[in-house]
């Protein structure tokens, strides 16, 4: 389940000052939405809305589709269990290595789970397929022409595509409004990702009316507290961005995979996006995780369980150009004892 994912800064005695497990940007400032939450406290003292309508219909009028299509969830986890559930006790495939929620979420409803490797090799009983795009951990993404292509070659199958890291990444992906037309595509989307907010835990899904409609008929009521639905519609209404300089912001990562690399001792995964999956050529990563949140405060993901990694495979996400250079350092002096 949940325990073992990035981000655990729980486990540390020493004070975490740089959070590479985390795939959420660093450079947020949140000063405006704690400054709104804020004068909204008072807020907390009545219950929030059964079902969060007002900001369904934000979101559909940023996305341009009907009200009817998006169901707002309690962080995107939650949209996984809800979708896990509505279409329990089906033939799920898993595009694997990815985030290990869809399979725990399978398995607790009943799902026949495969894991896939390949794109080519999807058994023809699956009935539902999760992708996620960009993939975490790895940063790929599937180039869009050719999974419009796949999805529309396999109308029997319900492809759930997360899409959590959207904004951080340059491919071309599919839009909500252009997924929405795919009558058996459910599209996962991440507000915690987008405006760094992980403890507001606030996501949503995007689908076609009746794939929404089946989805909503499990959803608790008053899931998403009145604060984070005050958060989003301030966010919205605000159109904040942080003013991510995303080309920047990817240019720093590259460099910092190329000075893993250069280390001789560290394989890294191709990536499309500003976190990436990489591989040691000896040593354990939870060594040199400790060694890296002990002695330096700086905190890197464990990925040795992703399911197809073992104990050589560690994830991190660029930092700021100093922060990146200081994690080399460090892991070059590990490396050297």
């Known amino acids: 389940m949940i325990k073992g994912h990035g981000d655990d800064i729980y486990e540390y005695k020493q004070p975490i000052k740089s959070n590479f497990s985390s795939n959420v940007f660093y450079g947020a400032d949140l000063s405006g939405l704690n400054a709104h939450l804020c004068k909204c406290m008072s807020s907390i003292s009545n219950y929030p809305e059964p079902e969060p309508y007002t900001l369904e219909h934000k979101l559909a009028m ?22 896990a559930q509505t279409f ?63 999805i ?17 990444t340059e491919d071309d992906l599919f839009s909500a409004e252009e997924a929405w037309l795919f009558p058996n595509v459910i599209q996962l989307h991440s507000m915690t990702k987008r ?27 008053w899931s998403v507290n009145q604060l984070a639905i005050e958060a989003g519609l301030y966010l919205l209404n605000q159109d904040i961005t942080y003013n991510i300089e995303l080309q920047d912001y990817l240019t720093e990562a ?10 001789g001792a560290i394989e890294v995964w ?51 150009s100093g922060e990146n250079q200081k994690l080399v350092e ?8």
Not at 294 to 315: H, K, M, P, T, V
Request: aromatic share 12%; hydrophobic share 40%.
């Open 62 to 83: 940023f996305h341009c589709i009907p009200a009817e299509s998006v169901c707002v969830t309690n962080g995107a986890t939650e949209a996984i269990y809800l979708i």
């Open 88 to 150: 329990r006790e089906t033939n799920s495939a898993i595009f694997v290595p990815t985030f290990s929620e869809y399979a725990d979420a399978c398995r607790i409803h009943s799902h026949q789970v495969t894991s896939i490797y390949t794109p080519e090799h999807l058994p023809e009983n699956i009935r539902m397929a999760w992708i996620c795009n960009p993939n975490n951990p790895t940063g790929s993404v599937w180039d869009k022409t050719q999974l419009s292509t796949y």
């Open 152 to 168: 529309q070659s396999h109308p029997q199958v319900c492809f759930v595509i997360d899409q959590a890291y959207e904004y951080f």
């Open 195 to 221: 405006y760094a907010i992980p403890g507001l835990r606030l996501g949503y899904i995007t689908a076609p009316a009746g794939l929404i409609q089946r989805i909503r008929a499990h959803r608790m009521p």
């Open 254 to 263: 590259k460099k910092l995979k190329s000075a893993l690399e250069s280390t």
């Open 270 to 320: 191709p990536t499309d996006t500003h976190y990436m999956l990489a591989r040691l050529r000896f040593g354990k990563a939870r060594a040199l995780k400790d060694f890296l949140a002990n002695e330096y405060g700086f905190l890197i993901r464990d990925a040795s369980n992703f399911e197809g990694l073992n104990d050589d495979f560690f994830r991190v996400a660029s930092q700021s």
């Open 330 to 337: 460090y892991i070059n002096e590990w490396l050297a004892l």
